[in-house]
């Protein structure tokens, strides 16, 4: 066991080497397509990068997943840097989307803008829309603004490497009905890809944004979302990992909420061979608010981890979150959500509940609800249950002529619509996308 | 006025109750660690050989370790060679033959403490072990409870006259290995309580221990040991005092508890120790390791503890559920007030078929208190058909105290069923508002909606520490509202 741990921070330790001395070459000879103006900003964070290094064994935070093969993955694809998103058959993967009416769409293609298979960006009062390829001086300041102040390993990595992103900017009082689709392909060419959006609500503004992220074969995805929501703004954010089965892929979003303004977050899971999503939010004005819904859904060897923070500063301040698992053959899922009440954000109202579904022997799931709390006005509360598939629910659906594996999928579909619904209404179709999505896997699975 | 002044000194005194020192000459060696201070202990206790071998192998592994700092603990460093890991009133070499011979000052502390050690012991119905300092000074209802064949018995006289069973079980639920205090503890460990039950007996009364810490600059590191063997039925309560001083000092004990087929072990601790002042100075460092190993079928224990002083608490009853059907519990108030912290709460490993168990966790944390629960539910691949149920709530009174939890599910079986509720709050304004307008004083409204929220705990403590229990709880909480 010790043996082991060792033996994992050293190979973790080998490739950040690695990584230095590819980042080293890289800085020699800057590759054409990175945007100058990023450059300060990656050597900054490749210093705060080399500093912390990939997290230890022991590290409370990654106490259930184990980072080595990113850090080895990273290292190996990374020396193939730098790769051009040229692929000509990308748009395939396009075409099982989600029929949604008039959705804005921008796609980007290992990590690079692809304007031939997005919508046309046109100059709209009020949204727009810049991939850092094409920003300006004055948009490359506002995404610099916007960078995560305290960024962790993961965020620095992929700051270091930055080479393309999408600055979404919705203007006061604009409310933008359109749904903003993001969708990251990682076409299964050996590419460290470090997706980037930042996201800038202004003040009363309205916005909905998806993040999708599909890829092929043995990609590797370290995606970082950077959210600011102005006060009495409202954002619905929803963010789709559909990855292949052998991809590892690792997702921070770190979110700041003003005063009276709305987050709502939907994470679904379905993909991935190692998957981990850090959604950090800080709730800095009063009122604000923060729902947060999760799913996933995983079989075979397949790990899922959502480690969620909540930072609740100012008073009266409420937040929600509700995620869900279903795991079947020998998956491992992780849920760790913390409550965070600072000194002073009296008023807070705080629900956290997670249900897992375990559906094979050998499936495994770790579960920790964390309460901080530093005040005492304040009404918290956290729920956790794991188990199996009701057996008095499976016992009328059977009595009532249904086989025993479609009564399964009807049990376990059920469980997910939860979660699901709260998309229904912002967008059917995309619900609907989401079910066709799970019913292909629901066989496999129940 | 003058009335009125003795009436305020009184309430102030009455915070710590025990906090007076017994003048009493002591035999204490002077502080530091090594292995001739072990073979010291030893020497001085008498020991077999394997005892001294079992202190040293301890002793060389706690070397090689560092102190644990993941628990939400803001600890001042400890000397460990600034510490005495022996002190003993002094007495006769024969040693006291009944309580006739027992120092009268001492047999005085007890009366203060409220423990029954004399006469009164047989209408309470409960036989004492009392631990002063590091030694066991007096054990009552030794023939009466030998005549049932219950062991109950100070530790270093069990090392002596049980070595076979000693050796058996001596470290075999919390190994010197465990962990950092544990290790201290079974280097250094002076005395303790041991109990055995055999085989289908149901122990005719309640055990207790009393643990008092006396001396200056003293650690106290006591080990108790209980075996309920196939069948038997044990309840056991401890419970600690120690005088109030300005320096910290140390308790890190291990219990252990062997619950073979068929029995049950309840174990109650209301655990007292010096809490400090109002501003942090001095008080106890509560480190304690408890752990009860279900081994058979159908046994049973529960943990039961009220934690209202010390300092700073780091202390996890576990529960290893081997055997199938076996049951654990865990029980808990946790009291903090004025500047006390404590990172307390349980483990339940499931490793058995068919094995429940609950956990029911209350805290409250007042002043600037900072109160953590952690607690582990892991269920193993070979539990099938697994229960548990956790609750742990918490009640904050006061704008800087801090309530914090801490819950691991670890679950590796499809057919357990775990759940986890918390909740934290504070007294309801409408609650209070309901009993200050049926007449009732702020202060008395408050400990009863507080002993409202225990009740659940309290209901499982035998009578007589449940009452002793609330007292506890209105004293802690003294001047924590308003």
């Known amino acids: ?446 | 006025m003058p009335a009125k002044n003795s009436e305020v000194k009184k309430l102030v005194d009455k915070k710590y109750r025990h906090g007076f020192v017994t003048d009493i000459g002591s035999d204490t060696i002077p502080p530091g660690l090594n292995e001739d201070v072990i073979r010291l202990i030893s020497r001085k206790k008498d020991e077999p050989q394997f005892m001294l071998d079992w202190r040293l192998k301890a002793y060389r592994h706690w070397v090689t370790l560092r102190e644990p700092d993941w628990a939400k603990l803001d600890i001042d460093p400890i000397d460990y060679q600034d510490i005495s890991y022996y002190s003993a009133p002094m007495q006769n070499d024969d040693g006291p033959k009944s309580l006739d011979e027992v120092d009268p000052k001492l047999l005085e502390t007890y009366e203060k403490l409220g423990i029954p050690l004399h006469e009164r012991a047989a209408l309470a119905g409960v036989a004492v072990d009392a631990v002063f300092d590091s030694v066991s000074v007096t054990t009552t209802f030794r023939d009466k409870l030998a005549d049932a064949g219950v062991i109950f018995c100070p530790f270093s006289d069990a090392v002596k006259d049980y070595p076979e069973l000693v050796e058996k079980y001596l470290g075999s639920v919390v190994p010197y290995r465990d962990n950092f205090f544990a290790a201290l503890n079974s280097a250094v460990f002076s005395d303790g309580s041991f109990v055995y039950i055999p085989k289908g007996v149901r122990c005719p009364m309640e055990l207790s221990t009393y643990f008092r810490i006396n001396e200056a600059k003293t650690g106290q590191f006591e080990r108790t040991l209980i075996i309920a063997d196939e069948g038997s039925h044990v309840s056991y309560l401890e419970g600690c005092t120690a005088p109030m001083r300005d320096e910290n000092q140390l308790h890190a004990a291990v219990v252990e508890l062997v619950i073979l087929k068929e029995a049950e072990i309840k174990y109650s601790t209301v655990q007292n120790w010096y809490p400090g002042d109002e501003e942090g100075r001095g008080g106890i460092y509560n480190f304690v390791t408890k752990r009860a190993d279900c081994r058979g079928t159908n046994s049973k224990v529960s943990w039961t503890q009220v934690e209202a002083g010390s300092a700073i608490t780091w202390k996890y009853p576990s529960c290893v559920l081997r055997g199938e059907n076996s049951v654990g519990e865990f029980y808990s108030v946790a009291v903090t007030n004025n500047m006390q912290q404590a990172d307390t709460g349980t483990k339940m490993l499931h490793i058995g078929a068919n094995s429940r168990s609950t956990i029911v966790s209350k805290g409250i944390s007042a002043g600037h208190a900072q109160q953590s629960y952690r607690g582990l539910v892991k269920i193993f691949p070979t539990a099938h058909n697994t229960r548990n149920h956790t609750q742990c709530d918490s009640l904050l009174m006061g704008k800087h105290s801090g309530a914090h939890t801490f819950p691991y599910m670890e679950i590796k079986n499809p057919t357990a069923i775990v759940e986890h509720e918390a909740t934290t709050s504070k007294i309801a304004d409408d609650q209070l508002f309901y009993c200050r307008q049926r007449g009732l004083s702020e202060e008395d409204a408050v400990n009863m909606i507080v002993n409202g929220f225990c009740k659940e705990v309290f209901r499982e403590l035998p009578m007589e520490f449940a009452v002793e229990a609330q007292a506890l709880l209105n004293v802690s909480l003294e001047g924590a509202v308003g």
Not at chain 1, 191 to 218: K, W
């Open chain 1, 1 to 446: 066991m010790k043996k082991n741990i060792q033996d994992r921070d050293t190979r973790s330790a080998a490739a950040l080497t690695t990584i230095e001395a590819v980042f080293k070459k890289l800085q020699a000879e800057p590759a054409a397509d990175i945007p100058a103006w990023l450059q300060p900003t990656r050597e900054k964070a490749f210093a705060n990068f080399r500093e912390t290094g990939f997290p230890r064994a022991k590290d409370e935070d990654w106490k259930y997943t184990n980072l080595t093969s990113f850090a080895e993955r990273s290292a190996a694809y990374l020396s193939n840097q730098p790769l051009a998103a040229t692929n000509k058959t990308a748009g395939n993967f396009l075409t099982d989307l989600p029929e949604t009416e008039n959705e804005i769409r921008i796609v980007f293609v290992n990590g690079l803008h692809r304007p031939d298979l997005s919508t046309a960006i046109k100059p709209d009062s009020g949204l727009k829309l810049t991939p850092y390829s094409t920003a300006d001086s004055s948009t490359s300041e506002e995404i610099l603004h916007q960078q995560p102040a305290d960024p962790n390993v993961l965020i620095a990595l992929n700051t270091a490497f930055l080479a393309d992103g999408l600055a979404v900017q919705v203007a006061n009082d604009k409310k933008v009905e359109t749904p903003i689709h993001v969708v990251f392909i990682s076409d299964g060419q050996p590419c460290a890809t470090q997706p980037r959006l930042s996201i800038d609500i202004g003040f009363n503004a309205h916005a909905f944004v998806i993040q999708h992220h599909i890829s092929t074969g043995e990609s590797l995805t370290n995606a970082v979302t950077s959210i600011n929501c102005a006060e009495q703004s409202q954002l619905l954010f929803v963010r789709l990992q559909n990855e292949s089965d052998e991809s590892i892929h690792v997702a921070n979003q770190v979110v700041r909420v003003a005063t009276d303004s709305l987050f709502t977050s939907i994470g679904i899971d379905f993909g991935g061979q190692l998957a981990r999503n850090d959604l950090a939010v800080d709730l800095c004005g009063e009122q604000a608010r923060a729902n947060l819904y999760g799913l996933f859904m995983i079989n075979g060897q397949r790990h899922v981890d959502n480690h969620l923070q909540i930072d609740h500063h100012a008073a009266h301040t409420t937040s929600q979150e509700n995620y869900r698992g279903i795991l079947s053959d020998t998956a491992r899922g992780v849920f760790n959500g913390k409550i965070i009440v600072h000194a002073g954000a009296d008023g807070t109202d705080a629900q956290m509940s997670n249900r897992n579904l375990l559906l094979s022997e050998r499936a495994e799931i770790n579960t920790k609800p964390e309460l901080e709390i530093y005040t005492d006005d304040i009404k918290c509360a956290h729920g956790a249950t794991t188990g199996q598939l009701d057996m008095h629910a499976m016992f009328y659906l059977r009595a009532r002529g249904i086989p025993e594996a479609s009564a399964r999928m009807m049990l376990v579909s059920a469980f997910a619509q939860e979660i699901i619904d709260h998309l229904r209404s912002a967008t059917p179709a995309l619900a609907d996308y989401l079910n066709l999505q799970m019913n292909k896997q629901l066989p496999d699975i129940a």
